[in-house]
């Protein structure tokens, strides 16, 4: 198992950046692949970026790319969120998740963190 804890969220004006960082128990980080996503006000939890194993491999939702770079430390155990060029769209509790060489679906979550970008 391992057990994710998210940091590094705040209030921002717009254009701002933000860098957010995901801790993570155990011994065995390099087995899970890594993704952060997002939950808004009355909206869905929405998927942000994500990281394979290694961290050759990302992947990005649309309204982040470009903006955005997810990245991880094997050796610290963490991964990290790179938020750049902030819209007040990005306003949303933003969590990371892990999942396991034989997950199909994200099965480990923090607790997550807000981050809020004023126009």
């Known amino acids: 198992q391992v057990q994710l804890v998210e940091s590094g969220g705040g209030l921002v004006q717009a254009g701002g950046s933000l860098r957010l960082s995901c801790a993570a128990s155990?011994?065995?980080?390099?087995?899970?692949?890594m993704a952060w996503f997002r939950q808004a006000p009355g909206k869905e939890r929405e998927f942000v970026a994500d990281?394979?194993?290694?961290?050759?491999?990302?992947s990005y939702a649309d309204s982040v790319k470009g903006r955005f770079t997810i990245s991880r430390d094997n050796a610290q155990n963490t991964v990290t969120l790179q938020m750049n060029s902030l819209k007040p769209e990005d306003t949303a509790v933003y969590s990371c998740?892990?999942?396991?060489?034989?997950?199909?679906?994200?099965?480990?979550w923090g607790q997550g963190t807000q981050v809020t970008v004023s126009s």
């Open positions: 998740a892990a999942r396991s060489i034989s997950g199909v679906e994200y099965g480990y």
């Open positions: 990281i394979s194993r290694g961290g050759g491999i990302t």
């Open positions: 155990g011994r065995t980080f390099s087995s899970y692949a």
